[in-house]
């Protein structure tokens, strides 16, 4: 496992983290408990000492205890909501005592990164003007290391609540959406925060559009219908077949894996999984070498400007 500098919070994280929400849910959506905790301690085996969760995930009890014996060598980041079922904003007593909630299920005192999870660009202000002073708070009492932020990549593909957020200086960690199809954030987002020392948590590397064919297909597709990409540039029949058919690279989703993880300014990738034979071959994918010289300059001059999907 490789380690890198997380921003300038001195913590130092795998270039993996495990990502304990998504689909899978570690394997809680199959309703297996036994094999959530196999997971988690397959990614300990493995190296891997960052664990993103949160509440809305229900998997901070596993994480917390699994890793109740090695919580001192292991970054613990979790989430709060900041809307409720409702759609009006939490008022800042209740994201304390999420805070509160998360600290028990985690089984411990401090968290490593408290986000404000999936906030909107139209939700910023009001989060910064009611949220940030009682988390500072927090802060000072020693049960919050740092703060993040993390966008709604599904809704704001093009990074606008981020590169808010990132003017205000108040946040150690963000976590934001790139991958193959979308690299936007490499020139929005990743400069600033390589300047500013923000840690980097990189979510959507891999959905379903680039795990699955027919799907991909259809995304570029659209772009192409939208003029977002260069029609001629494609491969009608097999759009993708330039990574595909490369003898270096294994399949389409260990490239989007490599693709991400030797980006500049990308401090961590997360991934998410219920299979501890999967999370092995991610880890592997992201600590291998970059993507060739000639498949980064293709796929930079197909999707380098895009901006209007998540790979989703």
Do not use: W
Not at 123 to 146: A, S
Not at 239 to 251: K, L, Q, V
């Amino acid at each position: 496992m490789e380690y890198t500098n997380f921003g300038n919070t001195g913590l130092r994280v795998s270039r993996v983290g495990l990502g304990c929400g998504g689909h899978s849910r570690l394997g809680l959506s199959s309703g297996s408990e036994s094999v959530a905790r196999g997971v988690v301690k397959h990614a300990l085996d493995l190296g891997i000492n960052f664990y993103d969760t949160a509440r809305i995930y229900g998997t901070e009890h596993v994480v917390g205890d699994v890793l109740f014996g090695e919580r001192q060598h292991c970054v613990f980041s979790t989430k709060t909501l900041v809307l409720d079922r409702e759609g009006d904003f939490i008022a800042p007593d209740k994201i304390i005592s999420s805070l509160e909630k998360s600290l028990s299920r985690l089984r411990t005192d401090y968290i490593d990164i408290f986000n404000l999870h999936g906030v909107r660009p139209k939700e910023l202000e009001f989060c910064l003007q009611n949220y940030i002073e009682p988390l500072l708070k927090e802060v000072d009492k020693g049960k919050i290391r740092y703060l993040g932020v993390t966008e709604l990549f599904e809704e704001d593909t093009s990074h606008i609540m981020l590169e808010k957020a990132l003017e205000q200086e108040v946040f150690d960690s963000v976590m934001v959406g790139f991958n193959m199809l979308n690299p936007s954030a490499r020139k929005k987002i990743f400069p600033i925060c390589s300047e500013r020392k923000v840690g980097t948590q990189v979510m959507f590397a891999v959905r379903r559009a680039l795990s699955d064919y027919d799907r991909i297909n259809k995304v570029i597709d659209n772009l192409a219908e939208q003029n977002e990409i260069d029609k001629d540039s494609i491969d009608q029949g097999n759009p993708m077949g330039f990574i595909a058919e490369n003898r270096d690279i294994g399949s389409i989703v260990e490239a989007a894996y490599r693709f991400c993880s030797r980006e500049f300014g990308v401090d961590l990738v997360l991934v998410g999984t219920g299979s501890k034979d999967h999370l092995s071959k991610n880890v592997d994918a992201v600590n291998s070498a970059a993507l060739p010289t000639e498949i980064c300059e293709r796929l930079d001059a197909l999707f380098g400007e895009v901006s209007s999907v998540s790979g989703d």
